[in-house]
């Protein structure tokens, strides 16, 4: 197990108002997982984590 991951500082940036997401409160994040984005709201869901670089896009809560 690798617990030293859960201290490093995951980055996002916001696809729509491309502010840095705050991660702060998932403290396990993790792939396909759902989150929004503090800024302007949008809900996001994570594609890929590399290291400390997340990627994220937008779900359309429409469908
Ligand atoms: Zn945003």
Do not use: H, P
Request: charged residues 25%; proline residues 0%; hydrophobic residues 35%.
């Amino acid at each position: 197990m690798d617990v030293t991951l859960n201290y490093i500082r995951m980055q996002l940036t916001c696809l729509e108002c491309k502010n840095d997401v705050d991660l702060s409160s998932y403290s396990d994040l993790e792939k396909d997982q759902v989150i929004e984005c503090n800024t302007c709201g949008i809900t996001l869901m994570v594609t890929n984590i590399e290291n400390t670089m997340v990627t994220a896009e937008v779900v359309d809560e429409g469908k």
